[in-house]
């Protein structure tokens, strides 16, 4: 609580809004864990609002902040749509598709990761599940299957860039360093390990970030987290960023 009161900034003390290139148009969306319906429910909610807005050169850039799998029941089909993308979208690493990528490369030291979404995803890709403290060829022929079922799933998790900076906007899944948010620091950008939250963003970027599930995103003038749990609260959220930020959300009922 001290280190909240300690690190918060008066409006002006903030300066000026922090914003995107100027011809960049940014639609940032927060984790998915495997809701493919809710993805495609945003997909509709996103292009209807670009379709709405008048055509002032700016252009559309879809950026997704990871943690596409586990949890949720179709992380499977989440990747193929991801895929199909192309360069038409930046696709941001979480630390689900690292624990998802250690668990393939060494099933045995990482078998934390069914525990921690992986059995759902497993059944997406329709590989039997292991029992977590069975005989230790059962994970490597687990693991082995997954692999060969991911086919250019896994190809494509291990290219993810870390971060996307656009103008003063900066997007990263867990957060950054605010000692030097700048690095490629993989504690800090994938899993939250330092005081970013806990000082409530940084002075130089807007940092755009996921990672910590709540009912509602959170917005200042220094970070917006848009991850609202979709994987058990049935809402995916956007932001949807230029001169401003609006927040497009979609609610589907679980089950």
């Excluded at 759902?120 to 329709?126: D, I, K, R, V």
Aim: some cysteine; hydrophobic content about 40%; charged content about 30%.
């Amino acid at each position: 609580m001290i280190r909240r009161f300690l690190h918060r900034r008066t409006p002006r003390e903030l300066g000026p809004p922090k914003l995107p290139a100027p011809d960049e148009r940014l639609y940032v969306v927060g984790d998915i864990h495997g809701r493919f319906d809710l993805l495609k429910a945003l997909m509709a909610k996103l292009a209807e609002d670009h379709d709405s807005l008048p055509r002032d050169g700016r252009k559309p850039r879809l950026i997704f902040l990871g943690d596409y799998v586990d949890r949720g029941d179709r992380s499977r089909d989440v990747l193929e749509a991801l895929v199909h993308f192309g360069d038409d979208a930046i696709m941001l690493k979480g630390n689900h598709e690292v624990a998802l990528l250690n668990f393939l490369d060494d099933p045995e030291g990482n078998r934390s990761w069914l525990r921690f979404g992986g059995l759902q995803t497993l059944a997406s890709y329709h590989v039997p599940i292991p029992s977590v403290n069975g005989p230790r060829h059962k994970l490597r022929d687990t693991a082995a299957q997954l692999r060969e079922h991911m086919g250019r799933h896994a190809d494509f998790l291990r290219t993810l860039p870390l971060s996307y900076l656009s103008g003063n906007v900066l997007c990263t899944h867990a957060g950054v360093d605010p000692s030097n948010p700048m690095k490629l620091d993989e504690e800090a950008m994938l899993w939250g390990r330092s005081e970013f939250v806990e000082m409530d963003g940084v002075d130089d970027f807007l940092v755009v970030h996921g990672h910590y599930d709540a009912p509602e995103p959170v917005v200042t003038q220094r970070r917006i987290c848009l991850d609202t749990g979709a994987y058990y609260s049935g809402r995916l959220t956007a932001a949807r960023i230029d001169d401003g930020v609006k927040l497009i959300s979609v609610d589907v009922m679980n089950g």
